[in-house]
């Protein structure tokens, strides 16, 4: 019987691309989630990823991809809520609309995925099922321009509680709370100088350091509702 795939959220970038493709290097299948079309995903797919596209922006949108992911899959080794929309706060009428908007793709969607897709974490033959948020150093800590966001997270951290309760010992569930890993494309010098001297380590260390955090979640038959900083010493400063 071939290993139950492992489904990453987002996963047509940085991040989320960086993890899929690791894990493909260690043997898994994997699936991963995309919102935006483009050429780079025609590389996952040459290396057997599954693409399947998603918009978590409404309920009707979740609740669609979950029907095909259902359809694609009657098992799930682990799932990895990576999709995120970095969306500043607005300041005009369209500040309501952001908020609900990181609240669904942020909260809803991983609720909604983790309340459906539990069957199929359970129909994994291996002995160990995860799943894992992705949530954020600032949900700790609030954020002057991304409050919508740092809330939002916030929330899906409360909900790795939840679910780790809720799902033990069957399925273990975990976040990994990341700062800083990885700069935008439009980032200049001066913001990554801004940005590293947040941090006790001072560096930007690309997404292999997510990769080990997430390899330990997957690897560890004994943790269940942590939230595992990789931060860089954030707090120190
Ligand atoms: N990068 C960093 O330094 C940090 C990252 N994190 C967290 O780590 C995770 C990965 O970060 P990073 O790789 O930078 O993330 P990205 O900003 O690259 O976003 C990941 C993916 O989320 C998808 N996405 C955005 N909105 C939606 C939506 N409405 N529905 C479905 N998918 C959507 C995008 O899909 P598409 O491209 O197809 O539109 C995108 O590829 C995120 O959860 C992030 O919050 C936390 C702290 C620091
Ligand atoms: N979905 C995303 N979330 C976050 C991103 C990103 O690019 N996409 N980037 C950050 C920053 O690196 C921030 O940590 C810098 O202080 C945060 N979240």
């Not at 995925?113 to 099922?129: D, F, K, M, S, V």
């Not at 954020?136 to 409360?158: C, I």
């Not at 947040?198 to 269940?224: C, E, F, H, W």
Request: aromatic fraction near 6%; include cysteine.
């Amino acid at each position: 019987m071939s290993a139950a795939p492992i489904l990453i959220t987002g996963g047509a970038q940085r991040l989320g691309r960086h993890c899929a493709e690791r894990l493909v290097d260690d043997g898994h299948p994997v699936i991963v989630s995309y919102r935006r079309e483009r050429p780079e995903l025609e590389a996952l797919r040459r290396r057997g990823i599954v693409t399947l596209r998603a918009d978590f922006a409404t309920e009707a949108g979740i609740l669609d991809f979950i029907a095909r992911l259902k359809g694609e899959t009657r098992s799930l080794r682990a799932i990895v809520h990576n999709a995120s929309d970095w969306a500043p706060d607005s300041r005009d009428e369209q500040a309501g609309a952001t908020f609900e908007r990181l609240f669904r793709v942020h909260m809803l969607a991983p609720y909604l995925i983790n309340l459906h897709c539990r069957e199929l974490l359970e129909a994994c033959g291996e002995p160990q099922r995860d799943i894992v948020h992705m949530t954020d150093y600032v949900a700790q800590k609030g954020s002057k321009k991304h409050a919508a966001y740092a809330a939002t997270k916030a929330g899906l951290e409360n909900l790795t509680l939840s679910f780790a309760a809720m799902y033990a010992p069957e399925i273990q569930v975990n976040a990994i709370a990341p700062a800083l890993i990885m700069l935008g494309e439009d980032d200049d010098e001066a913001y990554a100088e801004q940005a590293r001297a947040k941090s006790a380590m001072a560096m930007v260390p690309g997404p292999g350091v997510i990769y080990q955090s997430l390899r330990y979640l997957l690897d560890n038959r004994y943790v269940t509702g942590i939230t595992l900083p990789v931060d860089g010493g954030r707090h120190l400063r």
